[in-house]
């Protein structure tokens, strides 16, 4: 059974519209995490929660920001995508720091 | 910049050998490490972990060494299948942190 489900896998987005992209767990984890994954490249994290901390990392675009209403569930929004946002964007979850994070299947971001 | 990495980025293997796959880590305070399995279009999944206070973690037909002096993470697949062609990463973290650092990653292909 899916423990980190994505929504879309796919998803197709104009220039400069804005795009939200879905995670929910069924884990109960304090941690979510939003990678992204371009081609052929090592998944590069975006941001992460704990709880409802929020923590981005220094070189996340402005562009990109995130919500978590409920421990469940944590959405990514890309204000104004560009043609380099086009990516795999990857959820993932931990219980704590330091274990295992497990992810989730991916959306692809396609921007036209 | 990432530091973790430095790796053959494609490896082929014969159906039924054994793979060794290498990854460097610069940051010797680093004290959690991961290998994941990414196939195409799918999420990384977890493979083993193993901690810095540990040399050898094994697993069903995997196991991963860990070398601190050389800062030198190996994982090891015995007798390998073609259900094992991906791309492997490995990855790591700081002590008290939640970010997972990930290596470029190494193509596995598996010759029948």
């Known amino acids: 059974d899916a423990m980190v489900i994505q929504n879309p896998r796919y998803q197709v987005t104009q220039f400069g519209k804005p795009v939200t992209l879905s995670c929910s767990q069924t884990?109960?984890?304090?941690?979510m995490y939003w990678y992204q994954q371009k081609s052929s490249q090592a998944p590069k994290l975006l941001f992460h929660?704990?709880?409802?901390?929020?923590?981005n990392e220094a070189d996340t675009p402005d562009n990109f920001q995130s919500r978590r209403p409920n421990t469940s569930f944590c959405f990514l929004d890309i204000r104004s995508p560009g043609l380099g946002d086009a990516a795999m964007y990857l959820c993932?979850?931990?219980?704590?720091?330091?274990?295992?994070?497990?992810f989730g299947q991916g959306t692809r971001l396609t921007v036209v | 910049g990432e530091s973790v990495g430095l790796h053959l980025p494609t490896l082929s293997v014969q159906e039924g050998d054994n793979s060794i796959i290498n990854c460097a880590y610069s940051?010797?305070?680093?004290?959690?490490f991961i290998w994941y399995k990414q196939e195409s279009g799918k999420g990384p999944q977890f493979i083993i972990d193993?901690?810095?206070?540990?040399d050898k973690r094994q697993g069903q037909r995997v196991t991963v060494l860990l070398n601190k002096t050389v800062k030198h993470l190996s994982l090891q697949i015995a007798a390998t299948q073609p259900g094992d062609s991906a791309v492997y990463f490995c990855?790591?973290?700081?002590?008290?942190?939640?970010?997972?650092?990930f290596g470029a990653g190494t193509t596995v292909t598996v010759r029948a």
């Open positions: 993932a979850t931990s219980r704590v720091r330091n274990t295992e994070a497990f």
């Open positions: 940051n010797s305070a680093s004290d959690y």
């Open positions: 929660y704990y709880d409802k901390d929020f923590n």
């Open positions: 884990l109960n984890h304090n941690v």
């Open positions: 990855a790591e973290t700081l002590p008290g942190d939640y970010k997972l650092s």
């Open positions: 193993i901690r810095s206070n540990m």
